[in-house]
């Protein structure tokens, strides 16, 4: 839209200094117009059919031919360590990632902010910017011989197509992911992630873990009811807990 906006002020500048026709600025009114109107609906189509062509191998090769980049995901990784994808390095995914190399796990970084993956990328941690929900930004960050995936950010809105598309692109893997609100997870569950943690359930464990506390419960006592409470929470999601 900002192009179509922008062919006014140079048509209306070219007709001032008779250097565009009538006709000319006319039929670029007319094309500016359409530009502005079907940008937005185009930018909100663009990520599903995105993704509808790269579930179409040849359709997507097609469309996108371009020299193979050397990158994480060409080859099977060299040396010790498995391997980790994290999405996210915010605080979760900074402390996920300093766990897993500090186990002998050779993590790589998927983020949105440009200026984390140049800062990681300068410390030499492995980062890559990108949609996650990408085959070529997967693939990038070395899903297909990763041993794990772990979604570390609570709004991460295109969770479910990550999923799959891990899925689809190294069906071993493990996937740990984070969401906000209970009645999400069992969407992320069906998805194929392997366990999924809810910020609204692990408030209600510590709840419930310091009320018996304080009632003097045994540690027996709390990590029995502890299990069972997380049992009901994350196998029924956003559905209602039975007592």
């Known amino acids: 839209s900002q192009i179509g906006e922008f062919s006014f002020i140079v048509g209306t500048i ?13 039929a670029l009114v007319a094309t500016a117009i359409v530009s502005i109107t ?10 599903p059919i995105e993704r509808w062509v790269g579930r179409h191998p040849k359709l997507d090769a097609m469309l996108n031919r371009k020299p193979k980049l050397e990158d994480a995901g060409d080859a099977a990784p060299h040396g010790e360590g498995r391997r980790a994808v994290i999405i996210g390095y915010g605080p979760v ?3 996920v990632f300093r766990l897993l190399r500090d186990n002998d796990f050779s993590p790589s970084v998927v983020e949105m902010n440009l200026d984390t993956v140049q800062r990681l990328n300068a410390k030499g941690i492995p980062s890559y910017y990108g949609d996650a929900s990408h085959p070529d930004t997967l693939r990038a960050a ?3 011989h990763a041993d794990i995936l772990i979604l570390s950010s609570s709004s991460i809105p295109s969770g479910t197509d990550i999923i799959k598309e891990a899925r689809r692109m190294n069906p071993g893997i493990r996937v740990l992911a ?4 209970l009645k999400e997870a069992d969407e992320l569950m069906d998805s194929g992630a392997t366990a999924v943690f809810s910020g609204e359930g692990e408030v209600a464990l510590s709840i419930t873990e310091k009320i018996l506390e304080a009632f003097g419960a045994t540690r027996e006592q709390i990590e029995r009811e502890s299990d069972r409470i997380r049992d009901d929470l994350f196998r029924k999601g956003s559905r209602e807990v039975e007592v």
């Not at 070219?14 to 006319?26: K, M």
């Not at 984070?178 to 609100?181: E, F």
């Open 14 to 26: 070219g007709r001032t200094y008779g250097l565009v026709s009538e006709e000319a600025f006319n």
């Open 38 to 47: 079907l940008s937005p609906l185009l930018y909100k189509a663009s990520g």
């Open 93 to 95: 995914g900074k402390t």
């Open 142 to 144: 070395g899903i297909d």
């Open 178 to 181: 984070r969401t906000a609100y």
